[in-house]
């Protein structure tokens, strides 16, 4: 069962231009969750997913970040006219469907580092 | 929304002492609580986890506690090794939905 993936684990783009990050979560899991993590801080949440919904994403930036998770293919993060404050590594993570109130384990992909110049 | 608190920032401990690091937490209706080990750049990876029904859980050299009433939890590593080495967060969910907040971060350097 090969875990969380993403790609590209480094991206570079110039100020300006688009960002897609791309998740496949776990085999069996619905739920996707997105994180940025700026260099020496902790993890920041940006968006939950599940499949052809968003549920919750309070944590994404107002303009610029998109994210959608389709009925086929990877959830992809999409940043829009990047700039270099966009510069951090995003983390996807998967877990199974939840059962009723009993949290599930989120497990971590091994990250897009994103510099942009 | 839920605030997660880790204390100290950095620990450094001789080889075979013991490390404790603790995090508090804010929302009472939380009812799980994962540690995570980060090491540099490399993927958090989920280490071990308590749920709100028990007060410890043990695996191997590691074990968490939690203490409800007290709103934190700890992580306790034994006979700690250089390869435990990397920065430890701690995390709680938010509201109804599941993501969770996480903490700092606390780096544990093991002194050979």
């Known amino acids: 069962n090969a875990g969380v993936m993403q790609n590209p684990r480094h991206l570079v783009r110039r100020r300006g231009q688009e960002a897609r990050l791309r998740c496949s979560p776990m085999?069996?899991?619905?739920?996707v969750y997105w994180y940025r993590q700026l260099p020496e801080e902790g993890l920041k949440f940006m968006v939950y997913?599940?499949?052809?919904?968003?549920?919750?994403e309070s944590g994404m930036p107002k303009e610029r970040f998109s994210a959608e998770f389709p009925k086929e293919g990877p959830s992809i993060l999409r940043i829009q006219q990047v700039v270099r404050g966009d510069s951090a590594a995003y983390f996807c993570?998967?877990?199974?469907?939840?059962?009723?109130?009993?949290?599930?384990?989120?497990?971590f992909g091994p990250g897009t580092r994103l510099t942009v110049l | 929304g839920e605030n997660v608190e880790q204390h100290p920032s950095t620990l450094s401990v001789q080889e075979g002492d013991s490390a404790v690091i603790k995090c508090t937490y804010s929302?009472?209706?939380?009812?799980?609580f994962p540690w995570y080990k980060q090491e540099l750049g490399k993927r958090p990876q989920l280490i071990i986890d308590?749920?709100?029904?028990?007060g410890e859980k043990k695996d191997q050299r590691i074990a968490v506690t939690l203490n409800k009433t007290a709103k934190h939890f700890s992580l306790h590593i034994t006979e700690t090794q250089p390869e435990d080495s990397a920065v430890y967060f701690c995390?709680?969910?938010?509201?109804?939905?599941?993501?969770?907040?996480f903490g700092k971060g606390i780096t544990l350097s093991v002194r050979p």
């Open positions: 929302d009472s209706a939380s009812n799980y």
């Open positions: 995390a709680a969910p938010t509201g109804a939905n599941s993501k969770l907040t």
């Open positions: 085999k069996g899991h619905s739920h």
């Open positions: 308590i749920r709100s029904n028990v």
């Open positions: 993570a998967s877990s199974p469907p939840n059962r009723g109130f009993i949290y599930n384990e989120q497990f």
């Open positions: 997913l599940q499949k052809e919904n968003i549920i919750d």
